[in-house]
């Protein structure tokens, strides 16, 4: 795969990790890293294995280039979209988001609860504190961040955009997406409760966005 992410180093800055393996994969969106491709804003694209890093909302690629170190895209505002297997997303000030649909729009970022693991520090106790590791940048800019890799964790969930007459709205439970279609709140909760839709779940979501997209027209 030659030239597979040369775009990407060249147009954007990156950050680096040499530490993948300590970071527990359940922090990840995809079971591992898996083909796709990021389009850029001025046309170019590049292939390779990519995943979505849940507690911050970033992407993250395998630079078979560059010894396979674990890269993070940096400058998303030159991203137009990703494209991971069959699914697309595009980056946000909110972190990564998944289109669901395009049009109407019904976005969702996936969200992942954490919390530090206890680290044995003698004498029978323990910390909180936890080791961070940190990214290096790369010779072409200043981009450093750190992450803390003894963490484990939580329950997963989502988080929604709806567009609506033009205007995205954020929901963040069933009762705020029913309130924005609250003409037909009696057909959306009869569907709710015959379906059992898990709000947590994007498939049933959709499909709860799609009838009640159909209830508006």
């Not at 992407?59 to 560059?66: M, P």
Request: contains cysteine; proline residues 3%; charged residues 25%.
């Amino acid at each position: 795969m030659k030239k597979v992410f040369l775009l990407l180093f060249v147009l954007a800055i990156v950050k680096t990790t040499s530490f993948a393996q300590e970071v527990d994969p359940a922090l990840f969106l995809f079971d591992d890293y898996t083909e796709g491709t990021v389009l850029m804003k001025n046309g170019a694209k590049s292939k390779g294995k990519l995943n979505f890093y849940l507690p911050k909302g970033e992407f993250f690629y395998i630079d078979d280039q560059d010894g396979n170190k674990i890269k993070a895209l940096a400058n998303t505002d030159d991203v137009y979209l990703i494209e991971i297997g069959t699914r697309r997303f595009f980056p946000s000030e909110d972190g990564g988001l998944e289109i669901l649909s395009p049009d109407p729009a019904f976005y969702v970022r996936h969200c992942i609860t954490f919390q530090q693991k206890e680290k044995t520090v003698g004498f029978g106790g323990s910390s909180t504190l936890g080791q961070v590791k940190t990214y290096s940048s790369n010779s072409a800019g200043d981009a450093f961040t750190s992450i803390p890799i003894d963490i484990k964790p939580g329950n997963r969930y989502n988080i929604y955009w709806v567009e609506v007459k033009g205007k995205q709205k954020e929901v963040r439970n069933m009762k705020q997406f029913i309130k924005i279609y609250s003409k037909n709140k009696a057909e959306l909760q009869a569907y709710i409760d015959a379906k059992n839709v898990d709000f947590n779940d994007a498939t049933e979501m959709l499909a709860l966005f799609r009838y009640a997209s159909q209830l508006g027209k």
